[in-house]
């Protein structure tokens, strides 16, 4: 009966498993809303930002800054793979690898120069492991992005865009479709699409006479890089929501499983302690039987 | 004038920080303090790291913008801040502090230092905090 005894431990230990992925996805369900909320409070921001942006672009020539300017010949790309700091979310990390991945290969194989600029822990140890050349590796954000976080990214980038060191450069993230959905997503971060700042310019009519000051071309200046460190803070944002969601569906799925595994194991148990009581009534009857017959 | 007012919404990246009415919009612009009322002209300027005052009839709000652009359009203001607080949401004792450590920090440091601009910068925004908190008392 020693194996009886074992699946009754296995049993307990299943539970106490189911515990705690239960409690995670309660934590992460409560997280999301959270994240969600985030997102919708950065969201005018952006609106606005763009909103201006779109303003500056009818009075400014498309090529009039260099963070619009596509370089030529592309030599250096940064891909920027967005991933958690935590694992136990499903396939959260993986499918942004993997697309980082292909990308790499895309980029490689039009003899391009490749490296990574790694976001969270789990990127970062994949790409180290796999050896991959990294740019940069930042493991240190939070769970709740903040402006400062993306600005750090996004000056950097800038900076060497402007350098003339760094030709292209594209995030790589989860976008927050909904709580069941989570889609990894490429933004060609730089040089900036033109279609991105002047697509909803056409709609409006110019009704607005703008004074700039000091000129539009400097608030374009200003403003550009600006746009970069919202781009960047959006995907941050995107991304911490949709980890959140990831674990609550892979901690449902895991309690699930816990739930049936318990079920099966329980039934299993059951039927072998029958069987046991059932042998036992037969060897007691049999013995009886053959005292009877003695 | 004064009964035509204006909309005013200070946005910071992470939320929105102030939205309300107001009889006049006070800011400080790169090329100087410049104050806006109803029927202004739409404009678009960059914002130094300085105090945005919000007046509305007798009322007053002092909010301390660090820096970003206002934009005024239809008789709408909209300050794109990299980082806004209300004077009601100012932390004093951080900024004092900060205040103190800055100074210390700048007066050690020689010319030509590195870090020197971003201490000089961080000195700035925590005298502005406690300008702006000192308004309401």
């Known amino acids: 009966m020693s194996k009886a005894r074992a699946v009754l431990g296995r049993i307990k230990s299943v539970e106490k498993t189911r515990q705690i992925t239960k409690t995670m ?27 201006v942006l779109n303003n500056i672009a009818e009075y400014v020539g498309p090529d009039s800054h260099p963070l619009l300017k596509v370089h030529d010949p592309i030599q250096n790309v940064v891909i920027v793979p967005i991933t958690s700091n935590r694992g136990l979310c499903g396939a959260f990390n993986m499918n942004i690898l993997r697309q980082s ?5 895309q980029e490689v194989a039009e003899g ?34 903040t402006f400062v976080e993306a600005k750090v990214i996004a000056d950097r980038l800038v900076e060497m865009y402007l350098e003339g060191t760094l030709d292209k450069v594209y995030l790589v993230f989860n976008h927050f479709k909904s709580v069941m959905e989570q889609k990894p997503m490429i933004h060609q971060l730089l040089p900036i699409k033109q279609e991105e700042i002047t697509d909803a310019a056409a709609e409006k009519k110019q009704e607005a006479g703008y004074e700039f000051e000091p000129d539009a071309v400097s608030v374009l200046y200003d403003l550009l890089p600006r746009y970069i460190d919202t781009v960047v803070l959006r995907a941050l944002m995107e991304s911490a929501a949709s980890e959140q969601a990831a674990r609550r569906t892979a901690m449902k799925n895991a309690t699930d499983s816990a739930g049936d595994m318990i079920e099966n194991l329980t039934r299993w148990y059951n039927r072998a302690r029958q069987a046991q009581i059932t042998q036992e ?13 003695a | 004038m004064a009964d035509h007012k204006l909309r005013c ?101 020689k010319a030509g230092d590195e870090g020197l601009v971003g201490a000089e910068i961080s000195l700035r925004k925590a005298l502005l905090r406690l300008k702006v908190a000192g308004r309401v008392k």
């Open chain 2, 9 to 109: 919404e200070v946005v910071s990246p992470e939320r929105v920080v102030y939205s309300g009415e107001a009889n006049m919009v006070v800011a400080r612009g790169i090329e100087g303090e410049l104050g806006i009322m109803s029927h202004h002209i739409p404009i678009i300027t960059p914002l130094e790291i300085g105090e945005l005052r919000v007046k509305h009839d007798n009322e007053q709000e002092h909010i301390a913008v660090m820096g970003g652009y206002l934009e005024f359009r239809e008789d709408k203001v909209t300050v794109l801040a990299d980082a806004a607080e209300l004077a009601s949401q100012i932390d004093v004792a951080r900024a004092e502090k900060k205040k103190e450590e800055r100074e210390r920090q700048l007066a050690e440091a």
């Open chain 1, 112 to 145: 391009r120069n490749v490296k990574f600029l790694a976001i969270g822990r789990k990127g970062v140890g994949y790409l180290r492991f796999t050896g991959y050349d990294l740019l940069a590796a930042h493991t240190e954000f939070s769970d709740k992005p």
């Open chain 1, 25 to 51: 996805e309660m934590v992460a369900a409560a997280k999301i809303k959270r994240a969600q909320a985030r997102i919708e409070s950065a969201r005018p921001y952006a609106i606005k930002m763009v909103e």
């Open chain 1, 101 to 105: 991945e292909a990308l790499y290969r």
């Open chain 1, 281 to 293: 009534i037969a060897e007691i009857v049999g013995g009886a039987n053959a005292l009877q017959e």
